[in-house]
C-alpha cells in the first residue's frame, strides 16, 4: 500500500475509540490526584510553609519533564511509530501512581513526579494517531471528540478524587493507576500500528528543542503584544491551579470531598462556555471585546478569591466568572487570524509551549507566597495573597491588551 492510500483509509472504530479512551483516562488519572497531592505532601512535612513549599517543588517538577519530554516523544513517534510510545506513556503513568501511591517519603514522590512528566505525551501522540487514521474529511472531527473525551477526563477526575480521597489519600492513586493499566492492555492487544514504516521521519535533535517554539513566536513583531497577553493569563491561571486546594484547606478546612465538588464546578462551567456558549459570545461581543470582558471578570473574581471568607462564597465566583472561561479562546483566535493557513498546527504548539512553561514557573512561585502566610489566622487577609498576585498579572494582561488592540486597530 503507497503511503498516500494509507493516509486516506478511514479509521476502523477501535483505533479511534482506543485514542479516546487512552486521553479520558489519562485526564481523569490526572484530574483524580489533583484534590489529594498537596494533602499527601503534607504527610511528610512538619508544617504548612514546608507543605506548600515542596508541592511547589513538586508540580515545577512534573512540568519541566513534560516540558521536556514532550516534543522529545511527539518526533520520536514519528520515528518509532506511534503505538510503541502510546505504550510508553500509558505503562508509565500506572508507574508514576504506584510509586507516588507507596511513597515513603518525599524523595519518591519526586521520582513518581519524574516518572510521570516524562511519560505524559498521551495528547499529542494521540491526536497523531488519530491524523492517521482519518480521511481529510474526517480529521477535524476527530480532534473534536478528542478534545471532548479531555474535557471529559478532567471534569469527572477532580470529583472523583475528591471522593475516593475522602476515604484514603492514596485511594485515587491506585484507582488511577488501575485505569492505565486497563488502558495498557486493551492497546497492547487490541490496536495496531497506524504510522506505516514509509511515512515516517528520521529524529532530529532540533525537532524537539522546547525553547524554539517560544523564540519563534516573540520573533513575530505583529502578534507580539497579544502572545504577551496570553502568557500573563496563563500563568495567572496556573498559579490559581497549583494553589486552589492548599489555599481552602488552610482557610476553610476544606477535605478532599469539598475541593474535588469545587474543581467540577470549575471544569464544568469552562464546558459549558467553551463548548456552548463561546460561538454565542463571540457574535454577541467579538473575539476582541470577548477577550477583554473574560480577562476582566477573571481579574475581579481572584480579589473575590483572596477575599472570601466562607467556602460557599468560592461556588459562588466560580459560577459567576463564566466569562472568564472565554478570554483563552478569544485571544488564540485573534492570534490564529492573523497567521496563515500553513502555520497555524506550528503556532497552535508554541502556545501550549507557553503553557507549559507556565506549568515550571509559577507553582513554585504561588506556593512561595502561600508558604509566606501560611502561618497567619485563616481569616487573615493576607492568606489571599497568592489570589492577589493573580489578579496583578491579569491586571497587566487587561493593560497590555487594551494597548494592543488600540495600536493594531482590530474590529470586534
Known sequence: MTSSSSATVPARPGNLNFVLVCIFIDMLGIGLIVPVMPLLVGEFVAARDQQAMWFGVLTMVFGLMQFIFMPTL????????????????????????????????????????????????????ASAYASDISDHDNRAKSFGKIGAAFGLGFICGPMLGGLLGGVNLHLPFYVAAALSAANLVYGYFAVPESLPASRRSPFSLARVNPFSAILKLLRRTDIRGVVFVYTLMVFAQMTLQSTWVLFTTFRFDWTPRENGIALFCVGLAAAVVQAGLLGILIRRFGEVRLALLGLTSGCITFVLYGLATQGWMMYVFIMTNLLAFAAGPALQGIISKASPANEQGELMGSLQSISSAGIIVMPIAGTTILGMTSHLPPQDWRVGSTFFACALLQACAIFLAVRYFKTHRLKG
Do not use: E, H, K, Q
Open 74 to 125: 511527539g518526533a520520536l513517534s514519528d520515528r518509532v511509530g506511534r503505538r510503541p510510545v502510546l505504550m510508553y506513556s500509558m505503562a508509565g503513568m500506572c508507574l508514576n501512581f504506584l510509586i507516588t501511591a507507596w511513597a515513603p517519603n518525599l524523595a519518591w514522590l519526586f521520582i513518581g513526579r519524574v516518572v510521570g512528566g516524562m511519560s505524559s505525551a498521551s495528547m499529542s501522540v
